[in-house]
């Protein structure tokens, strides 16, 4: 069977099982964070779990790179450069700055794990390997413009959102706390606003199947966490602006 036809079976199937997960997470919080408990089986450190969650997307991304045949050029050391930007900080930089202590499960891990091998595959295959290639001329084409814009706006959001909710413990603190200023203005949950922001992006600027299928999945997994934590955060503190929507300002 050539690769090809693997490759769409599979990302027909990933793109089917979005759909299930959005589902599924409705009712069954993902068990990481304030979520976590001892349901979701042995648990490590959150530090190396997040670690191992997010290398496949490192490495399975630049391994596709390097043996592709669609790699010279301008726009696709781009797509590289704008993956890396996002997953080397998430993969190498993001743990080290965790101070929250609750352990992550196995199970959330190897889940990660998972997705994360796929997805990247899907995507790198299909920039390197699959797609038409991308000339030069596409630096000009005002979706390659504007997915960028979206995603670095995207980036901006994420970053910023994960720095006010890290400053808001001292190391080694465990309590949670109201996180106030930048997106937090407007939603309870602004670094998946701006993650659903980034693959989004991504998906125009890459004008692909593949890219669209990884935005929708960023939603379907991201936009029912961000509702259980709004509806946490709501529950657990009586003072919770009332105003402050879960993920989209002043819709969702």
Known sequence: MDE????NFLMLCFGLASALVFIALFFIPAGYGQHANKKWGPAINNKLGWFLMELPTVIVYFYYF?????????????????????????????????????????????????????NAYLQARWIYTFSPSYGFNWLFNPFFITGVIIFLCGFVINIHSDYIIRNLRE????????????????????????????????AIMTWSFPGLVFAIWTFANLAPRARTNHLWYINNFTDYPKKRKALIPFIF
Not at 85 to 114: A, E, K, N, V
């Open 171 to 202: 190391p080694g603190e465990n309590e949670y706390k109201i996180p106030y200023g930048g997106m937090f203005r407007y939603v309870s949950c602004p670094s998946y606003f701006g993650e659903i922001t980034e693959w989004t992006g991504w």
């Open 4 to 7: 090809i036809v693997t490759y």
């Open 66 to 118: 390097i043996i592709g045949d669609n790699k010279s050029g301008l726009i696709p050391l781009i797509f590289l450069g704008i993956w890396m930007l996002h997953y080397c900080q998430r993969t190498f930089l993001f743990p080290l700055l965790i101070r929250g202590t609750q352990p992550m499960p196995i199970t959330i891990i190897l889940s990660g794990i998972t997705f994360n091998g796929i």
